[in-house]
């Protein structure tokens, strides 16, 4: 029982598949929607923004920033296809005319171009990045000179110091970088919430 239980919670919400996958992303829809749409809000997006969600779970981000960025592009990534199928679900509308596109991947590779994206947005994925270096770089390699990385990590799950995080974005080559504490008490308790922007000649 022992060692069956972190497999069960790694299927409903480390890489959700199954039943276990489609319970996670019920209750991950709940437990991450404030938070979610706060960042989003947060964000500005213009409309005609094209909007990278890494991870987007269940959908309900990559459908409040389909709902911002009305004229642009929204691509969600996720390496779980039971979590694509349910982005799909909750975005059928804006999936079929091409306004969302979802496609398998992760941090470390995105499948997206060079330069191709306006905002990256991830809710609660950090502590999933098997290499946080090799993430930050993929990161920045997909979004355009001027680009912005937004974040929200949960405290507890975050690993490492808030300072190596900080420094770990900087090294990537990000700058802007923003750090706080975000009281706001959810399932996890509090978040840390990261702004950083990739500069603009580079």
């Not at 509308?93 to 191709?116: F, I, K, M, N, Y």
Request: net charge positive; proline share 5%.
């Amino acid at each position: 029982m022992a060692t069956s239980f972190p497999r069960i919670v790694d299927s409903a919400f480390g890489h959700p598949r199954g039943l276990a996958g489609r319970i996670g992303g019920a209750i991950m829809a709940r437990a991450n929607a404030a938070t979610e749409r706060e960042l989003v809000a947060e964000a500005g997006l213009r409309h005609t923004d094209t909007v990278l969600v890494l991870g987007p779970g269940p959908g309900v981000g990559l459908a409040a920033a389909a709902a911002a960025a009305s004229a642009g592009r929204v691509i969600g990534v996720d390496p779980a296809e039971e979590m694509l199928r349910q982005c799909r679900e909750r975005c059928a509308e804006q999936a079929r005319t091409g306004h969302v596109r979802l496609h398998r991947g992760d941090a470390e590779d995105t499948g997206q171009p060079d330069g191709s994206v306006d905002v990256l947005l991830t809710v609660n994925t950090l502590h999933l990045w098997p290499d946080r270096t090799r993430a930050l770089t993929e990161l920045y390699r997909v979004l355009r000179p001027g680009g912005r990385l937004i974040m929200s990590a949960h405290r507890m799950l975050l690993e490492g110091s808030p300072a190596t995080l900080r420094l770990d974005v900087e090294c990537a080559g990000f700058t802007r970088v923003l750090l706080r504490l975000n009281d706001r008490r959810g399932l996890l308790g509090p978040s840390y919430e990261l702004h950083a922007g990739r500069p603009e000649n580079r």
